[in-house]
């Protein structure tokens, strides 16, 4: 860096999800003041002004997790549009990243025939998975859902606007979600872990949680932020010069009692 630079931070787990904080630490080198507050989405927020120089931000938690997987959402019907709530129809709309009205011809082409239920969202949620491939450093911050639909790679923030895409399109409420997901019961991967990006989606009279990029109901996640894409969400901005140096992120199973 080369001059003092105002972010914001997000890392801090929500607290209305399935998980319960028990106990975190936050730390900077060198010692910074931070003001704390919630966004229009009710994510928390860290912000500090980063001083010229290296900085170093850390930070811990332990987290209560139901041992048991997501919700399944199968059974749960799709609400046509006059009975959604009024407050979630700009979750069916556009976002910058998810530009549902460029891909609705082909989002009823591949789904219009399904049940609108949460069948339908899985229907999306297998395309997704079984046609994009898994790759790292094959998308950037301006990587679209149309981008990611075309290249057929990308990343799991990539998986998720892409199905989050195609829900919208369909009239299906979606917004993007991020946080930890360790791997319980799961054989861990040989590389190392990152954030993880999931959607929730609107179904009967709540929420649900869908995974395209693991495709599958998992254990253990712990919710950071929710918004309309990645956009909303972003683990790190800054309003100035910084340069990010390197992320270390892991979430894995506490061995001893909290």
């Given at each position: 860096?080369?001059?003092?630079?105002?972010?914001?931070?997000?890392?801090?787990?929500?607290?209305?999800?399935?998980?319960?904080?028990?106990?975190?630490?936050?730390?900077?080198?060198?010692?910074?003041?931070?003001?704390?507050?919630?966004?229009?989405?009710?994510?928390?927020?860290?912000?500090?002004?980063?001083p010229d120089g290296r900085l170093k931000l850390r930070y811990d938690a332990v987290v209560s997790v139901?041992?048991?997987?997501?919700?399944?959402?199968?059974?749960?019907?799709?609400?046509?549009?006059?009975?959604?709530?009024?407050?979630?129809?700009?979750?069916?709309?556009?976002?910058?990243?998810?530009?549902?009205?460029?891909?609705?011809?082909?989002?009823?082409?591949?789904?219009?025939?399904?049940?609108?239920?949460?069948?339908?969202?899985?229907?999306?949620?297998?395309?997704?998975?079984?046609?994009?491939?898994?790759?790292?450093?094959?998308?950037?911050?301006?990587?679209?859902?149309?981008?990611?639909?075309?290249?057929?790679?990308?990343?799991?923030?990539?998986?998720?606007?892409?199905?989050?895409?195609?829900?919208?399109?369909?009239?299906i409420p979606a917004r993007y979600v991020f946080g930890y997901l360790p791997d319980i019961y799961v054989?861990?991967?040989?590389?190392?872990?990152?954030?993880?990006?999931?959607?929730?989606?609107?179904?009967?009279?709540?929420?649900?949680?869908?995974?395209?990029?693991?495709?599958?109901?998992?254990?253990?996640?712990?919710?950071?932020?929710?918004?309309?894409?990645?956009?909303?969400?972003?683990?790190?901005?800054?309003?100035?010069?910084?340069?990010?140096?390197?992320m270390v992120v892991w979430a894995d199973v506490n061995k001893e009692p909290s």
């Amino acid at each position: 860096m080369s001059a003092p630079t105002v972010a914001t931070v997000q890392v801090r787990p929500r607290s209305d999800a399935r998980h319960q904080l028990v106990t975190e630490t936050w730390s900077t080198q060198p010692s910074l003041p931070v003001d704390e507050y919630a966004d229009f989405y009710g994510n928390p927020i860290k912000r500090l002004v980063m001083p010229d120089g290296r900085l170093k931000l850390r930070y811990d938690a332990v987290v209560s997790v139901p041992d048991e997987p997501d919700p399944d959402a199968s059974a749960a019907p799709q609400l046509p549009v006059d009975d959604l709530p009024g407050e979630l129809l700009h979750f069916t709309l556009p976002s910058r990243y998810c530009l549902s009205d460029q891909l609705m011809g082909m989002a009823w082409d591949l789904f219009g025939g399904s049940e609108p239920s949460g069948m339908r969202v899985r229907a999306i949620c297998d395309w997704v998975h079984e046609n994009i491939k898994f790759q790292y450093g094959t998308s950037s911050p301006m990587t679209t859902a149309v981008d990611v639909l075309e290249q057929r790679k990308g990343v799991c923030r990539d998986f998720a606007h892409l199905a989050i895409t195609f829900c919208r399109a369909l009239n299906i409420p979606a917004r993007y979600v991020f946080g930890y997901l360790p791997d319980i019961y799961v054989t861990p991967p040989d590389s190392p872990m990152d954030f993880a990006a999931w959607m929730e989606v609107y179904l009967g009279d709540r929420w649900w949680t869908f995974d395209p990029r693991n495709n599958k109901r998992r254990v253990g996640r712990v919710l950071i932020g929710r918004g309309r894409d990645a956009l909303d969400v972003a683990m790190m901005t800054t309003f100035g010069p910084a340069a990010f140096k390197s992320m270390v992120v892991w979430a894995d199973v506490n061995k001893e009692p909290s």
